[in-house]
């Protein structure tokens, strides 16, 4: 299947739910063909999970591509928040303290604004980043007031072994609780549901590009 045939099945479930979610194609471990073919269909919210690897897809095309919005996805280690600043739009896996400490202040050095979403670990599983559902509410108020971060949405994960769907609900009540507009939820193994249940951007990777490499 090419990338356009794969848009448009996606499209099509876009239209059943009438959702006006944002499609982050998710390029990690991805062939410089396949960024191509997409970015040629006027594809242009992308993510990756890694930010070397962000810099090898992204730092030329940003300047041939204005218009384009980077979201990492993965867990984002503090001495890289300089690099992540300087590069993505929206960082998807705010989980904690001092992350989101050392974030602000590079956002003043480099006098920039981002939005952010606060990853919660909605299965509450020891190995998964995230927020825990019942220290959302100080973490929030420490993004906003000791921070100063712009808090738009919620992201999760949901347990490989538990249906996604009761993630995606739980997620969103989260986020209806704390007064959050944004919902990431949905892959390319759940991204339907996710729709029926309000998501806001779905993280698509291999339901849009085809198969990727293998972890190396
Ligand atoms: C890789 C990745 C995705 C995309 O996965 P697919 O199953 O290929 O759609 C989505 N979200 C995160 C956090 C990822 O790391």
């Given at each position: 299947?090419?990338?356009?045939?794969?848009?448009?099945?996606?499209?099509?479930?876009?239209?059943?739910?009438?959702?006006?979610?944002?499609?982050?194609?998710?390029?990690?471990r991805?062939?410089?063909?396949?960024?191509?073919?997409?970015?040629?269909?006027?594809?242009?919210v992308?993510?990756?999970?890694?930010?070397?690897?962000?810099y090898?897809?992204w730092e030329?095309?940003?300047?041939?591509?204005?218009d384009?919005?980077?979201?990492?996805?993965?867990?984002l280690?503090?001495?890289?928040v300089?690099?992540?600043?300087?590069?993505?739009?929206?960082?998807?896996?705010?989980?904690?303290?001092?992350?989101?400490?050392?974030?602000?202040k590079?956002?003043k050095?480099?006098?920039?604004?981002?939005?952010?979403f606060?990853?919660?670990?909605?299965?509450?599983?020891?190995?998964?980043?995230?927020?825990?559902?019942n220290?959302?509410?100080?973490f929030?108020?420490?993004?906003?007031?000791?921070c100063?971060?712009?808090?738009?949405?919620?992201?999760?994960?949901?347990?490989?072994?538990?249906?996604?769907?009761?993630?995606?609900?739980?997620?969103?009540?989260?986020?209806?609780?704390?007064?959050?507009?944004k919902?990431s939820?949905?892959?390319?193994?759940?991204?339907?549901?996710?729709l029926?249940?309000?998501?806001?951007?779905?993280?698509?990777?291999s339901?849009?590009?085809?198969?990727?490499?293998?972890?190396?």
């Amino acid at each position: 299947m090419s990338i356009a045939e794969n848009l448009k099945a996606i499209r099509h479930i876009f239209k059943k739910y009438q959702s006006k979610a944002d499609l982050v194609a998710v390029s990690k471990r991805q062939p410089d063909e396949r960024i191509e073919e997409a970015l040629s269909l006027g594809h242009r919210v992308f993510g990756e999970n890694r930010v070397q690897e962000a810099y090898e897809h992204w730092e030329k095309r940003r300047d041939l591509f204005p218009d384009l919005k980077l979201h990492l996805i993965g867990p984002l280690q503090t001495n890289k928040v300089k690099d992540a600043v300087a590069l993505f739009d929206v960082i998807q896996t705010l989980d904690r303290e001092k992350l989101a400490n050392v974030l602000s202040k590079e956002l003043k050095t480099q006098n920039k604004t981002l939005s952010c979403f606060i990853q919660v670990n909605t299965g509450e599983e020891d190995q998964k980043s995230g927020i825990l559902p019942n220290d959302l509410r100080p973490f929030l108020d420490y993004c906003r007031q000791d921070c100063d971060l712009n808090i738009e949405g919620l992201m999760c994960i949901p347990p490989l072994d538990e249906p996604p769907a009761l993630h995606f609900a739980f997620l969103k009540k989260l986020a209806e609780e704390h007064n959050l507009e944004k919902l990431s939820m949905g892959m390319s193994g759940d991204y339907e549901k996710a729709l029926a249940l309000g998501a806001t951007h779905i993280r698509i990777g291999s339901a849009f590009f085809g198969e990727r490499a293998e972890k190396v």
